[in-house]
Every structure is written in C-alpha cells, then in structure tokens.
C-alpha cells in the first residue's frame, strides 16, 4: 500500500508511522484515549472536510449542503437516540467547545459556576483558574472526601451558599458513578441550572452501565473520542427546546464558524458503532477490566482511591510512598504501559509531580484485552511499583508489554 503523501510529505508521513508503531507496541491506559474504527478515519479522511457548511441542517448560509445536511441529520438522529433525548447538537469541535457554548448559551460574564476542583477530578473548563471557564465567569468549587467520594449532602451545604447559576457535575479522574438524581436535587433546591458533562463516562452510560444524565440534567455535554471510541470531538444534547436553540446560536455563530463536516461524517458512523449490540458488550468489559485491575493493585498493597471503580478508570494513591506520581507515570512509560500522573484527594505534592495516576481500561479494551490480560496488566504495574528504581526490570517488562501488545494489533496500517 503506497499513500500520496507518503510521497508528498516523507517528513510527516514517517511520523505518523511511527505513531502506528508506537500506538501497537505500547499498552495504552491513559483513561481519556480510546482505539477508533478504521470506518471513523475512513470519514474523516473524506472529501467532506473541503465543504463550508455554516449553519445547520435545512438552514445553511452556502449552497451544495445537501451532502452535508444529510450526515448533519444523520448524526443527532443517532446521538438523541444514544442519549433518549430530543436535541442535538454535533458541531463542537472538542469537549471544551461543548462547555464554552453551555456557558455562553446559559450565562452572563461573571455569573457563578459550581463545579468539580479540578485537583479532585474535576475539568478545567468546570470553572478552573487558567480556563475561560474560571476568567470569564465567578467559579466556585467542591470536591472528594478523603475516601475520593462526593459527599453530596456538602455540595448542597456549598450550593446553598454560593447559589450559582449553573451547577457543572462530571469529571475527569473520578472513580466512581455520579449521582445524576442527587445533583437535580441539589440544583433544584437552590434554583440553579443542571449541566452534566460526560465526557469521560459517556460509551458507559449509552450502555446503560452507568446511571443516564437524562432525564435529570438540564444540558448535557460529551466528548466523542474518548469511552465513546469515535473521532475526536464534542456534542450537546438537551430535552429543552429553548435551551436547544441558544446552544445552536452559541456554538455557530457565536464560537464557531464552519463546522467539520468530515468529523461529523465520523462522529455519525461512531454512533453507528456505539448504537450496536457489541457496544453494550464493550462498555461491560471495559468495567470489568477497571475492576480487575484495581482489585489486583489492591491485592498488591496500593492504595487505590475509594477502594476500587465504579467505571473505567482506576485512581492509586502515593501519598504514603517515597515515590510520586510523576516517578510511576515515567517508570511505568519506560515499561511500555503508558498512564498519567493525577492529583489525589489529600494532594501533598505539587500539580507538577502529584501523588498518583489514573490508569483507564478504555482502549486496551478496544484492542480486545480481557479479564485475564488486565490481571496480567496489572501484576506488571505492580511490578514497576515495587522496584520503582530497578530499570533493567523496566527494560524487562517493556519486551513482555510488547509480545503481549503484538497479539492484539488493531490497525495493519497508519492511514485509512
Ligand atoms: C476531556 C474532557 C473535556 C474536554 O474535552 P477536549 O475534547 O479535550 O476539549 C471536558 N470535560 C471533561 C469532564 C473531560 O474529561
């Protein structure tokens, strides 16, 4: 198989060979990744991406959308039936462009926000200093009990005294299900205005293995490239109309120009995926592969947060180690496992260097990984733990991440 721009571009064609490489040698357990289909990159690649489509379906502001306005259509039909909800809107072009349209669809500058500490798991677009989210608006914040627990009868103590505009509940580094009904009472109770952002848990919750947003959230946002496996982007969806048409007036023209036709070509065929039999059987082993590895750490003597998962992910605390988070993320890269180093609730260390990862079960489960590679998985993290200076070991198991990686390949080329 030759490509144009193998040709064309030698320079960035070999860097994305090598990503290929990378991405079929290495163990991939950063939480927010995920393995797309070769059907998602095909529409991606597609003669959509030349086309201005400004507007929405039936209501363009350019001829010869007719294409477009089908795929357009296409994709919230799929993702309203996802979610069980009435409106769509499949133009954000990441999770954080979802959120800023929220923002600027619901609120004024300077109205208040309520979401979740960014350093317990929350988002930097839920309110955080250096986001929009915490320049452009008041932003206040709660967090996770030592034990890495909302504790929701203090959200409402905080909510009753902040009285936000919004409440922002979803997270990023958070084990645990999010209690969708609890946040409509706490928004109930002080007038606010729901918005749950599922970016992280949404492939579980359209699965029915996780508690549903819906009906209890005012506006719900996601992200399509992470649990959900599509291409890298973002949606909005609600069951208000009026809410609806301020989140279309705020994403285009307000944030946005033209939409990525393209992506939004990929974004349907992901729901396509996602709205499969096989999807529910996915998000079933993606928990239990979660599971399992927090089990075996556990079992291993680390201090996993909160006990164990709930979902996807898995959150180990080094609190009581000599080591940091930033020592396990760079031992465990050198063994081919990749992860991320995380804040965890207690944080004694700076943002920099953390006393934790969070490891996910997303893609490997994607790669078709089970039960039984996880226990292996995570006997081998426990490994690079225990001997967090030996890099020989390191080496070692780097050779056996790659034998075992070399049975699960999923793509056989970098380009589809
Ligand atoms: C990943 C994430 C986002 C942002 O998504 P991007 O596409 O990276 O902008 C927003 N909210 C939450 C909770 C996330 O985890």
Not at 160 to 172: D, N
Request: contains cysteine; aromatic residues 8%.
């Amino acid at each position: 198989m030759s490509y144009e721009i193998e040709k064309f571009d030698p320079e960035i064609f070999e860097a994305i060979e090598k990503e290929l490489t990378r991405q079929n040698d290495h163990l991939e357990m950063i939480a927010s990744e995920n393995f797309t289909l070769p059907a998602v990159m095909e529409a991606m690649g597609s003669v959509l991406t030349n086309k201005y489509a400004e507007g929405y379906p039936g209501k363009r502001y350019y001829g010869g959308c007719e294409n477009a306005d089908k795929v357009e259509q296409i994709a919230i039909d799929r993702v309203c039936k996802l979610f069980d909800c009435k409106f769509a809107n499949v133009q954000p072009h990441s999770g954080s462009q979802a959120n800023g349209a929220v923002y600027a669809a619901l609120l004024k500058p300077y109205d208040k926000i309520l979401g979740m500490d960014l350093s317990h798991g929350g988002h930097l677009t839920h309110g955080s200093k250096p986001s929009f989210s915490g320049k452009n608006y008041q932003s206040f914040t709660y967090g996770v009990e030592l034990d890495g627990r909302i504790n929701y009868d203090k959200v409402m103590e905080i909510a009753k005294t902040v009285q936000p505009k919004i409440i922002v509940c979803g997270a990023s580094a958070y084990a645990r299900e999010i209690d969708f009904k609890k946040f409509r009472e706490i928004a109930d109770e002080v007038g606010a205005i729901l918005f749950a952002d599922v970016a992280h848990i949404a492939g579980l919750v359209v699965a029915g293995e996780h508690m549903s947003p819906f009906p209890y959230a005012d506006v719900v946002t996601t992200t399509t490239h992470k649990t959900l496996a599509g291409p890298r982007g973002g949606a909005i969806m609600t069951n208000d109309e009026d809410i609806a048409k301020k989140i279309n007036s705020a994403i285009f023209p307000g944030l946005q120009g033209g939409p990525l036709v393209h992506v939004i070509a990929a974004k349907a065929v992901g729901f396509k995926h996602n709205l499969s039999p096989e999807w529910k059987e996915y998000a079933k082993n993606v928990k239990a592969n979660a599971s399992k590895l927090a089990e075996v750490l556990v079992a291993r003597g680390y201090d996993v947060v909160s006990g164990g998962t709930d979902n996807h992910l898995v959150l180990v605390s080094f609190l009581n180690k000599e080591f940091s988070g930033k020592d396990a993320d760079a031992a465990l890269g050198a063994a081919g496992i990749t992860v991320n180093k995380n804040t965890v609730p207690g944080e004694t260390r700076s943002p920099f260097v953390t006393s934790g990862i969070r490891i996910g079960s997303p893609a490997l489960t994607s790669r078709g990984m089970g039960v039984k590679e996880f226990e292996w998985i995570a006997n081998k993290i426990a490994d690079v733990l225990d001997n967090i200076n030996d890099s020989a070991l390191h080496a070692k198991i780097k050779e056996e991440v790659k034998e075992l990686a070399s049975n699960f390949i999923i793509y056989d080329k970098p380009i589809y």
